[in-house]
RNA sequence: GCGCCCGUAGCUCAGCUGGAUAGAGCAUCGGCCUUCUAAGCCGGCGGUCGCAGGUUCGAGUCCUGCCGGGCGCGCCA
């Protein structure tokens, strides 16, 4: 409806400009919004008041001159010049009734359009590191990232979902070392716990699958491998050098072969488990790309090789630099390590390089909030490269912290004291878990309510919405029970039957979907539908209490029968894409 | 100190590329079940849009400066 609207001030404009009494050419884009009351209908356009300025002329005036040469449409039921010189449209009953016949027929597809002309996207996101569980924290990043994807396949792009594995860092082997200890208890050696080791019973699980598919393969006596060691943090020493210290023995001691299977053995492990938890969680991802996978293709030396061709790297203090700063970065980065490493900086070039090259119109990214400082830098190193910077959208996630009983939360990651995303879902349910990450704006912290979200009351936005669906399924058995018949088809002769108050507003709202998931998808705004959707579910239970469906007259009923399966498709559309069930009973 | 995000009703938040009288949920107060699920509906109360300037026909929205909160400023990832 939106773009008709335009489409008819387009051919007014044109006709003003062939009349001279615009210029012509002048092409700008013609803002369009929903009336915000009844009395401005049901579409307003500021239009005059934009071009009075530059024509020279009166805004209301110019707005009558518009309207005149508005051409006819089925679509409107009358124009008006209102204010200091807004158009507003109000749109015919006939043209709203008929959107029911359309959504019915539409189904699951009401609400997508070709938008994006299957430009080919990708979405990054969550790419936790995996040194352990998902948790709270993450869940956002992934409901978001989920949604946003949701929003563009249905928006007409072809997306792709992936998740960047870090499993070539430090972190890593703090893990692996971690386990291999564990796993030593396991064998029955006694020796200390480092004080910088990853300390969560899933290290445990972890040590104890290890032995039991590989027996005492990688036992060595407690005093070989603690012996010489410098003293850790509860002797009075530092973790840092410890813990490194632990990793080193553990390459020497075990040999390069068994410490990478003990390696491999924990980033399986632990990939898996973070695979399976997004998986209940309703995530998938098409592609999981390995940061290792770069170092080992020869990737990361071949783009260091290239920066320093094209002058953007220079030596300081051993290290080898990329200057960022000539690319707007408040300061340069280190590329290549004193000790020769390359850093996690160096594979992430890489990284974006290759996600160029593999073709996508647009690269997008969802970070944490936390890595913002991260991302002129991201963005230097493609303009060095020769690679257009706009084509990468970063989208920074704020912190979700959650609160129970009023009171925050505390969690912590090192120490294994954290919620995990899968104890979340376990206690609120995936649906309110899912729908609560997104409800907010994703650049506003959000307070994550345990209480509301697990209350099965009109409190919880969830059960709101879905209780709509619920109590439109419930109609549709009655509908059988009481002995009559509805099928789609029956509606579409008799929806001019559709003329009550409640049931034009919900024919608006519903109107108003395609714009909703649109605007969403654009913006990668996801609250955005979720905002709507409450709306369209109050509107929906005004309705049901205002009227009843199953009334006697054919006629009547059959219409009111389409518009409630219309809201019951919209819902569920809506709903889906959000990643929450729809459900029939409650 | 510098950079990014935020500041809207008692609380949690919307407010579409600047548009008409700033909205919703919760809380609170008061109504509605012999009728398709009351997990629902209707109404009342509640605001100097952090503060001060500026830009213009028009500012919650844009610019500048303050005040307040969060995050970031590694040869960590």
Request: glycine residues 8%.
């Amino acid at each position: 409806m939106k773009a008709e609207i335009h489409a008819l001030l387009q051919q007014a404009l044109k006709a003003l400009g062939n009349d001279g009494i615009l210029e012509a050419g002048a092409e700008l884009n013609i803002p369009v919004e929903r009336g915000r009351d009844d009395s401005h209908g049901d579409f307003a356009s500021p239009v005059a008041l934009a071009l009075a300025r530059s024509a020279r002329c009166n805004p209301r005036q110019l707005a009558e001159q518009m309207v005149e040469r508005l051409p006819d449409s089925p679509l409107i039921e009358k124009t008006e010049i209102a204010g200091p010189g807004f158009i507003n449209f109000t749109i015919r009953d006939s043209a709203y009734q008929m959107l029911v016949s359309e959504i019915l027929k539409a189904d699951e597809h009401y609400g997508s359009s070709k938008l994006g002309a299957e430009q080919r996207l990708q979405v990054e996101f969550v790419s936790a590191n995996p040194t352990g569980p998902l948790h709270v924290g993450h869940g956002r990043g992934a409901a978001y990232g989920a949604v946003v994807a949701n929003l563009l396949r249905a928006t007409g792009h072809k997306v792709e979902c992936e998740y960047y594995v870090n499993d070539a860092g430090r972190q890593m082997d703090i893990l692996a070392a971690s386990v291999w200890l564990r796993y030593l208890q396991g064998c029955g050696e006694t020796l200390p716990f480092p004080s910088n080791g990853y300390r969560g019973a899933y290290i445990q699980t972890i040590a104890d699958e290890l032995r039991s598919k590989h027996g005492e393969e990688f036992r060595l006596p407690a005093n070989t491998v603690v012996e010489n060691l410098p003293p850790d943090e509860a002797d009075g020493g530092d973790k840092e050098l410890y813990i490194d210290s632990v990793i080193e023995r553990a390459r020497t001691l075990l040999g390069e072969r068994r410490y990478r299977l003990i390696h491999g053995h924990v980033l399986a492990a632990l990939v898996e488990e973070i695979r399976c938890d997004l998986l209940d969680f309703g995530i998938g991802f098409e592609h999981w790309y390995s940061e290792r996978s770069l170092m080992d293709s020869g990737s990361v030396t071949t783009v260091i090789e290239r920066l320093r061709e094209a002058g953007h790297l220079y030596e300081r203090e051993g290290a080898l630099w990329f200057r960022s700063t000539e690319f707007d970065d408040k300061k340069d980065r280190v590329v290549v390590r004193e000790n020769g490493q390359t850093t996690y900086f160096a594979s992430d070039i890489a990284y974006h390089l290759d996600k160029f090259e593999r073709g996508f119109t647009r690269v997008i990214n969802v970070w944490g909030a936390d890595h913002h400082g991260y991302v002129p830098r991201v963005r230097a190193a493609l303009q060095a490269l020769q690679e257009d910077p706009a084509r990468l959208d970063v989208l920074l996630v704020q912190f979700a912290n959650l609160y129970r009983g009023g009171e925050k939360v505390a969690m912590s990651t090192r120490s294994g004291d954290f919620v995990t995303l899968r104890q979340l879902r376990e206690e609120v349910g995936r649906d309110a878990a899912r729908f609560f990450y997104v409800m907010r704006k994703s650049d506003q912290h959000l307070d994550f309510d345990l209480d509301l979200a697990k209350a099965e009351s009109n409190d919880n936005p969830v059960y709101y919405i879905q209780y709509a669906h619920a109590r439109i399924a419930s109609v549709m058995r009655q509908t059988e029970e009481k002995g009559f018949r509805w099928r789609p088809a029956d509606s579409t002769e008799v929806t001019g039957e559709l003329g009550e108050d409640h049931e034009l507003v919900l024919l608006r709202r519903l109107s108003r979907y395609p714009e909703i998931v649109e605007a969403a998808a654009l913006a990668y705004e996801p609250h955005q539908l979720a905002y709507y959707l409450r709306e369209l579910a109050n509107d929906f239970h005004t309705y049901y209490n205002a009227h009843i469906f199953l009334v006697a007259e054919a006629p009547l009923r059959n219409a009111r029968l389409g518009l409630i399966n219309a809201t019951r498709i919209v819902l569920r559309n809506g709903l889906a894409l959000l990643g929450v069930s729809a459900p029939d009973t409650m």
